[in-house]
T-cell receptor, first 111, second 113 residues
Framework: GNSVTQMEGPVTLSEEAFLTINCTYT??????LFWYVQYPGEGLQLLLK?????DKGSNKGFEATYRKETTSFHLEKGSVQVSDSAVYFC??????????FGAGTRLFVKA | DVKVTQSSRYLVKRTGEKVFLECVQD?????MFWYRQDPGLGLRLIYF???????EKGDIPEGYSVSREKKERFSLILESASTNQTSMYLC????????????FGSGTRLTVV
């Protein structure tokens, strides 16, 4: 079946460090891929998305590239800030109603 | 700014009570969803609706029902609340194009005592 695997957290970084959160997926066909972010006490917000192979989604300095050959959609940011501390979810949709979410990766950024 | 609004941020209910969680979206989205989020279990889909009066079970529908009488409103009902339904409940909506992603509400943290 379809699934999403994210790196386990928490990830702890100093401000201005480079961030990578790994995400790999298993899916039939050509899924759409998403990253969502959840700040403490809030719901999830769509951060970025990509709908076909080699697409790059980007928003607020975050980027992720849809790599079909490695079935990956890793999230990157060149210089993290304390305000980026949150839980990040990778997700996929294969065209049906259901979206499959990863378990989430908690990021802590220290000043 | 487009929005999904959940009626309560925090709720405390007693075991056996009937509980209503309300969700309203102002984006004219066809699809609406209810998830629960628990530590270590991630997001689990309870029910979804693809149109007015239409509903489908998700992965964990037991103990829940839903109602969608108007396009903008999707209600989750706990028929007889139990302590194992203590959780964060998240409502989301989406356009028909599944490549566009969800818009989530801020969540309702429900405690059943």
């Amino acid at each position: 079946g379809n699934s999403v695997t994210q790196m386990e957290g928490p990830v702890t970084l100093s401000e201005e460090a480079f961030l990578t959160i790994n995400c790999t997926y298993t899916a039939t066909g050509y899924p759409s891929l998403f990253w969502y972010v959840q700040y403490p006490g809030e719901g999830l917000q769509l951060l970025l998305k990509a709908t076909k192979a080699d697409d790059k989604g980007s928003n607020k300095g975050f980027e992720a590239t849809y790599r079909k050959e490695t079935t990956s959609f890793h999230l990157e940011k060149g210089s993290v800030q304390v305000s980026d501390s949150a839980v990040y979810f990778c997700a996929l949709n294969t065209g049906g109603f259901k979206t499959i979410f990863g378990a989430g990766t908690r990021l802590f950024v220290k000043a | 700014d487009v929005k999904v609004t959940q009626s309560s941020r925090y709720l405390v209910k007693r075991t056996g009570e009937k509980v209503f969680l309300e969700c309203v979206q102002d984006m004219d989205h066809e699809n609406m969803f209810w998830y629960r989020q628990d530590p270590g279990l991630g997001l689990r889909l309870i029910y979804f609706s693809y149109d007015v009066k239409m509903k489908e079970k998700g992965d964990i529908p037991e103990g829940y029902s839903v109602s969608r009488e108007k396009k903008e409103r999707f209600s989750l009902i706990l028929e007889s609340a139990s302590t194992n339904q203590t959780s964060m409940y998240l409502c989301a909506s989406r356009e028909r194009d599944r490549g566009l992603g969800y818009t989530f509400g801020s969540g309702t943290r429900l405690t059943v005592v």
